[in-house]
């Protein structure tokens, strides 16, 4: 039996079997980290409490690997770190986790209390005057140990706290020396509930102002952030019970069946879809805060009346008017709402106009040759991936069209950055492979693949079944489109390396193809035949979407509480020669 579970064979324990024993108490089972003299504890005691260590070869790769495991495993992600440089190499991808309410929680040690005078700097190696102050700002809570005994609640506290509605990211902080300190067993007791609950369930006196507003709506329409992951079939019911069209967030792919007949099928930047949601006459926002890059930094103009359904009024009313707020979970609420609505006539015409959209915008870009490109890239990833496989996409022309135009077919699952974060994609795409039955496919690009290049090892050492298609455009392509002025290149062109002959050099197979079409296909094709890890090289120049910033089709900023409304704003300087995309 380990040293960690077996409590009652020993009186003493060490402060990293108290790290062991809490996360054995919560069930996670696997864990990410690197390395360094002043963690290595936390390596033999997980090994005696049979937790799964994945060896990152990069502290950002660890994080980013905890949080795409979070994503895709309903649980929370866990990440080692060691002191200082170790910890603020994290910080990037611990933002990420913060951005998208990612459960991930940070480990990290610090040096050694009886080294540490408060705010003094004293050379210690590794030192910071005040580690836990880089993380304030990027977790729902950062904790600092002050005694060894404490260990074990703190970081059960630490995984309950980041898995609460709303989830985010967790700091722990653990002096080095407390890892090897013998304290006496303490009992956790009965695991500590993972309360996901969030804000408590309404009485029903609202049923009758949303019952009272959709008696003058005849449009009524459904924006859906991730906040309302978990209620997709609750959504789907309401949208056909009040006849309303459906769009979702980056965050919130999936949440509605791909086949649903009332989701749209196109992201609300197309105008087709912007004129959807300017006609509506009531608003539902389902665990959204509405915020700058789905509404183009608040140039939308939203319609009223406006009701949210969201865990924190605060959250729901800081960038948009409300006027009405239900706080509560999304899916709670929801089927409250359902229960209390009578059966209501379904119209047709609704029904068509969701497919009228969602059909015209594809002609649209069809019919535009610099977009013909990555529809096909599309259509290969549509017809190519199983049902069950999970997408994750980088900050990369690619991954913009793949994150809001690929369908979310089946179990299906896609993750894009939500902090924006270069290198996201394949390091967390590492932590979702980990003990997932599935395929993972990563789409990145020839920039973003570089801030993880170890990571490759990662993939060859543990036999990942990850796919990597990296898209090579010799640089940062969406900068390089909005911002190049002419003949004049500011930063924008980047040499690449031969990423097929770096993964063979792991000893993973790889290919190279170019341009978008059979190749690139038979290449994705073979690798999923092979299982494993595989690299697919492209190179090929996207078109970016309407989704990203330089083709917003609406222009300006500012919300609509400075806005009234909220405004239409004007053609992007590029938009002018291409408005029948």
Known sequence: MSRASDKQSSDLVTGADLVAAALQAHQVHVVFGLPGVHNLPLWRACSD???RIVGSRHEQGAAYAADGYARTHDRAGVAFVTTGPGAANSAGAVGEAWAAHSPVVLVATDISSKLRRAGVYRGVLHECTDQAAMFKPLTKETIVLETPAAIGEAVSRAVSIALELPSGPVYVGIPTDFLLAEVETVELGARMEDNQSGAPERGSEWIAEVEALLEQAMRPLIWVGSGAKQAGSQIAELAARLDAPVVETIQARGTVPADDPYLVRAPVHEPLVTEMVVRSDLLFAVGTDLDAMMTQNWALPLPRPRVALNLSSADATKNYEMDLVVEGRADALVDQLLRALGPRVSNSERVDEVRTVGSRVRESLDSHKGTREA??????????????????TDMAIAGYWLSQYLPARGNRSLHHPAWGTLGFAFPAGIGAAVDHPGPVVVFCGDGGILYAIGELAVVAQEGLDVITV?????????????????????????????LALVARGFGI?????????PDLEHALSAALARRGPSVIQVWASLYPPRTTSA??????????KALGQGRPGLLTRKEVSDDTV
């Not at 529809?375 to 994750?392: G, H, K, M, N």
């Not at 390089?480 to 690449?496: I, N």
């Open 49 to 51: 409490a049979g937790i």
């Open 375 to 392: 529809l096909a890239l599309l259509d290969i990833v549509e017809r190519t991936l199983p049902a069950d496989s999970v997408i994750f």
């Open 470 to 498: 990296v898209f090579d455009d010799g640089g940062y392509g969406v900068l390089r489109w909005a911002h190049d002025d002419g003949d004049r290149r500011f930063g924008t062109y980047l040499t690449s390396p031969d």
């Open 509 to 517: 197979p790889a290919e190279q193809v170019k341009g978008v079409g």
């Open 551 to 560: 083709r917003w089709p609406l222009s300006g900023g500012g919300s609509d």
